[in-house]
């Protein structure tokens, strides 16, 4: 078995943790091995993976390791009695700069600003100052379009540049890996290896704020410039400031519908509207500039 596979191989703690048993049983020599030497401690899913794999390979009576001496050189980079610290170390993150917390008080201003006229009317004010030449240019549901293309854009690339994946992929790996070995576990009925598996993952959970401010970091920024834009549709539409002939869509099986019409459900036309063209906007510019906003 090439060493980069076995290497590999050797990092997933079921197969680590079945090498370590077979190593034990056979004293780290060509002895042969039958699963009823080994079924006490390995479940039969490592069982058959080992062979599988290539780490046992058929002898004269029973099963011997493809290559001791190789394999033992791989494992002994291991330490099993650190297995516990190796799982449950913090995955360190970077703590938000102070202009990230100030994006999120913002955000926080803005998302009142839904239900306090006061703050709606002053953003979608301001907002009109640069978007008011726009609607003169264009019809209303060509800027609404307009809109979601924008917004869909800044969004898509600040949730990519913003997402620290590795770090997330991290997080998540290692529940993975909490997660295999209390199935293990399970699967020997060992009270003891589950009991210190149910504490890791609780270690583990506790350090998910870590990977929730990961995740909301590039949320705030995104929520700073999406919510004006957003209140600005709501004040133009609910507002009473639609231009002469700004009366809504033709939309299929519905027909004719105003703005403020509700469309599936209690969405209003424009919700509706904004949202689907955001959707595609979306989903056109990632295939476009093939951009990954989630870990592989």
């Not at 060493?3 to 020599?29: F, K, M, W």
């Not at 479940?43 to 390979?57: D, F, N, P, T, Y």
């Not at 020997?188 to 504490?199: F, G, H, N, S």
Request: hydrophobic residues 45%; glycine residues 8%.
């Amino acid at each position: 078995m090439p060493g980069e596979q076995l290497e590999s191989l050797i990092d997933t703690p079921a197969i680590r943790e079945a090498v370590a048993i077979v190593l034990e049983r056979t004293n780290g020599e060509n002895e042969e091995l039958q699963w009823g030497d080994v079924k006490d401690a390995l479940s039969s899913g490592q069982w058959g993976r080992l062979i599988e794999e290539g780490i046992l390979v058929s002898g004269s009576s029973g099963f011997v390791l493809s290559n001791p001496e190789h394999i033992r050189q791989k494992f002994d980079k291991y330490d099993a009695s650190s297995e516990t610290a190796a799982q449950v170390d913090k995955i360190e993150t970077e703590p938000w700069a102070w202009y990230d917390k100030v994006a999120g008080v913002c955000a926080l201003i803005f998302f009142i600003g839904y239900w306090s006229p006061q703050i709606r009317n002053v953003i979608a004010s301001v907002d009109n100052i640069i978007l008011g030449p726009v609607t003169h240019a264009l019809p209303f549901y060509a800027v609404v379009l307009l809109l979601a293309l924008v917004t869909g854009l800044y969004s898509t690339v600040l949730q990519s540049r913003l997402t620290d994946t590795e770090k997330i992929q991290q997080y998540k790996d290692r529940m993975e890996r909490l997660n295999r070995r209390k199935e293990v576990a399970e699967e020997r009925e060992d009270e003891e290896a589950l009991a210190q598996i149910q504490k890791e993952q609780m270690k583990a959970a506790g350090d998910q704020l870590g990977m929730f401010k990961l995740q909301f970091r590039p949320m705030v920024w995104i929520m700073v410039l999406t919510i004006p834009v957003f209140l600005w549709l709501r004040w133009k539409v609910r507002g009473g400031h639609l231009g002469v002939g700004e009366t809504g869509l033709i939309v299929p099986l519905a027909g004719s519908v105003s703005w403020q019409q509700t469309l599936l459900g209690l969405m209003p036309t424009w919700i509706v509207w904004y949202f689907l063209c955001s959707m595609a906007a979306r989903q056109v510019i990632q295939k476009t500039l093939n951009i990954q906003i989630s870990p592989s």
